[in-house]
């Protein structure tokens, strides 16, 4: 017998749309956005309230927040959802490469018997870059090509925009390497970036070359982008509705 999930969306965006459209078994109650509108615009199509004030969106009676805003809202308000006793699925993983906002958080959630999850997002291979924290990984390097449409960037021919460790990486494009993050909190080592800008790609492309005591491996996503944002892929929308699904599934399959 599988029970409703009920669950707040904080950020009502293009993620938010997704969930709202493709969501099973999952209720969304409660809508919370920085531009009400959206979520007064998402309200209409799953029966959810909106909220104007987040403190009443927080009391409203729901099993966990679904973050899809970004890592400023993250950093706000992930502290205060955890100590109101909801668990919490965050896209906006970017948040963590603050070492010191992590380990509260992680005290916080440990404190209050909460859980954080932390979608696959835009990548594969998540589960298995996990290994890195017992056998040990020498080095990740993920390499990011998008359109410098999603960059915000107008250019004329493939360009690097960036080379240096996804924590710096993060920071500059908040919007658009967070896989950089949930990457590097997977493997325990911190990733190397490039990060190209092509005007003749139409995909995100997300290409990861990691080494360590298992051996070695090169994956490599070709994303199509969201329909409502092209710096999100849409696999990143799939991998929550796919985690939601899962919750309360009694087998599990993925290390
Ligand atoms: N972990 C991963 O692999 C991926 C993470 N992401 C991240 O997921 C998040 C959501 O992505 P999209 O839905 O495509 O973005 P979006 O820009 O379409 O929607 C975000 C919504 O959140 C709202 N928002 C922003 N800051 C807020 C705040 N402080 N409080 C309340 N609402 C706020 C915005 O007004 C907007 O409506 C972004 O931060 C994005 O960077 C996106 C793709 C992959
Ligand atoms: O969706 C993607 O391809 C990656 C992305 O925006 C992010 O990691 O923030």
């Not at 992930?78 to 958080?105: C, H, N, P, T, W």
């Not at 932390?118 to 390499?143: E, T």
């Amino acid at each position: 017998m599988y029970t409703m999930i009920r669950i707040g969306l904080l950020g009502c965006g293009n993620i938010g749309h997704l969930i709202a459209k493709y969501r099973e078994g999952v209720e969304i109650v409660a809508l919370y956005d920085i531009l009400h509108e959206r979520a007064l615009d998402l309200a209409t199509c799953c029966n959810g309230r909106p909220y104007q004030d987040f403190d009443e969106f927080l009391n409203a009676d729901m099993d966990l927040v679904v973050e899809a805003a970004s890592v400023r809202a993250v950093m706000r308000y992930a502290e205060q959802i955890l100590v109101s006793g909801k668990d919490m699925i965050v896209m906006s993983v970017g948040a963590f490469s603050d070492q010191e906002f992590y380990s509260r958080i992680r005290e916080i959630a440990i404190e209050h018997h909460r859980k954080v999850r932390i979608p696959s997002g835009a990548v594969m291979g998540l589960d298995n870059a996990k290994i890195g924290q017992i056998g040990g990984i020498d080095r990740v390097l993920l390499r990011t090509t998008k359109n410098p449409k999603s960059l915000g960037l107008e250019l004329t021919e493939k360009t690097e925009i960036f080379h240096g460790r996804a924590g710096d990486c993060i920071r500059a494009f908040p919007k658009n390497l967070n896989v950089s993050v949930a990457l590097t909190l997977a493997s325990g080592k911190d990733v190397d970036v490039e990060l190209f800008a092509d005007p003749a790609v139409d995909r995100n492309i997300h290409e990861i070359t990691m080494e360590g005591k298992f051996g070695d491996a090169y994956i490599r996503v070709r994303n199509i982008p969201s329909p409502d944002n092209p710096a999100t892929s849409y696999l990143a929308a799939l991998s929550i509705l796919t985690l939601l699904k899962n919750l309360d599934e009694p087998i599990v399959v993925g290390t």
